[in-house]
Nanobody, 126 residues
Framework: QEHLVESGGGLVQAGGSLRLSCAAS????????MGWFRQAPGKEREFVAA????????TYTDSVKGRFTISGDNAKNTVILQMNTLKPEDTAIYYC???????????????????WGQGTQVTVSS
């Protein structure tokens, strides 16, 4: 059983930056493709970014391309989501998730992600 814990959320003004971390216990990140999702009030959970177990391929949803960067540190069992130029529409609870698939797309069903963290709140003020 994997245990994922997110941290780094908070309140930031539009245009600012935040760095989210996801730490895992159990198997190393080299076993999974790791993803970040977010869920705003009244909306469905949506894909944000993912990185393959090798760390070589990153995938992003269109709305965050050029602003967010996902990276992994297998030695530390941590995946990072660096968020720059934040917008009020980025406000949501952000979740870390792990999939046994070798590669994912933004359209990969959420059901393919086996493990989830508890989420961290990101609020961007205008």
């Amino acid at each position: 059983q994997e245990h994922l814990v997110e941290s780094g959320g908070g309140l930031v003004q539009a245009g600012g930056s935040l760095r989210l971390s996801c730490a895992a216990s159990g198997r190393t990140f080299s076993t999974y493709t790791m993803g970040w999702f977010r869920q705003a009030p009244g909306k469905e959970r949506e894909f944000v970014a993912a990185i393959t177990r090798s760390g070589r391929i990153a995938t992003y949803t269109d709305s965050v391309k050029g602003r967010f960067t996902i990276s992994g540190d297998n030695a530390k069992n941590t995946v990072i989501l660096q968020m720059n130029t934040l917008k009020p529409e980025d406000t949501a609870i952000y979740y870390c998730a792990a999939s046994v698939l070798g590669f994912v797309l933004p359209t990969t069903p959420i059901s393919e992600y086996r493990y989830w963290g508890q989420g961290t709140q990101v609020t961007v003020s205008s």
